[in-house]
T-cell receptor, first 112, second 111 residues
Framework: NAGVTQTPKFRILKIGQSMTLQCTQD?????MYWYRQDPGMGLKLIYY???????DKGEVPNGYNVSRSTTEDFPLRLELAAPSQTSVYFC???????????FGQGTRLTVV | GQQVMQIPQYQHVQEGEDFTTYCNSS?????IQWYKQRPGGHPVFLIQ?????EVKKQKRLTFQFGEAKKNSSLHITATQTTDVGTYFC???????????FGAGTTVTVRA
């Protein structure tokens, strides 16, 4: 049982480039989330989804896009990467909304 | 700004001692969750508190939810080196059902 799997683990992007962070879960959870973690700032919600085909903005959605075509997958798209998007990104899932969340291993992204 | 405040930001503890970290919200919470993140790792769920005044224990960890459901605490007794990491609280705001994470308390242990 893999839980929540994120790829890649590390990535360096140049300013203006685009990329997709992949996230998949095998627990059949309806709820999935994308967070970013900056030093000393805790976790900020970027986007979340309550089920396949349904997504909504979180606290810091600007510069990101998501899709949820299946229950398992919830990719995060960065368009026109900026240095302010340098962060550690975590994908998470939960059976019910905002209850016990299972986190992936994280993606450390640097934009230079 | 931070909706949920955690104090202290850093806690340096002598092995064997006790310590407490606090979580405070300006608004009433429906529930509060606690997570632990080891250095270089990902957050791992510890517990969820729902009821006013609720107290839950996990071995040496005691979690408490305030009577007004605006604050919470995590108390660790007889700290061990395995307790090293950052402890986050996450409060679910009753007014808009938004989950807000605190900035975390980073714990280091002196052997």
């Amino acid at each position: 049982n893999a839980g929540v799997t994120q790829t890649p683990k590390f990535r360096i992007l140049k300013i203006g480039q685009s990329m997709t962070l992949q996230c998949t879960q095998d627990m059949n959870h309806n709820y999935m989330y994308w967070y970013r973690q900056d030093p000393g700032m805790g976790l900020k919600l970027i986007y979340y989804s309550v089920g396949a085909g349904i997504t909504d903005k979180g606290e810091v959605p600007n510069g990101y896009n998501v899709s949820r075509s299946t229950t398992e997958d919830f990719p995060l798209r960065l368009e026109l990467a900026a240095p302010s998007q340098t962060s550690v990104y975590f994908c998470a899932s939960s059976r019910q909304g905002h209850t016990e969340a299972f986190f992936g291993q994280g993606t450390r992204l640097t934009v230079v | 700004g931070q909706q949920v405040m955690q104090i202290p930001q850093y806690q340096h503890v002598q092995e064997g001692e006790d310590f407490t970290t606090y979580c405070n919200s300006s608004t009433t919470l429906s529930n509060i969750q606690w997570y632990k993140q080891r250095p270089g790792g990902h957050p791992v769920f510890l517990i969820q508190l729902v009821k006013s005044g609720e107290v839950k224990k996990q071995k040496r960890l005691t979690f408490q939810f305030g009577e007004a459901k605006k604050n919470s605490s995590l108390h660790i007794t007889a700290t061990q080196t395995t307790d090293v990491g950052t402890y986050f609280c996450a409060g679910l705001r009753a007014e808009d059902y938004k989950l807000s994470f605190g900035a975390g308390t980073t714990v280091t242990v002196r052997a």
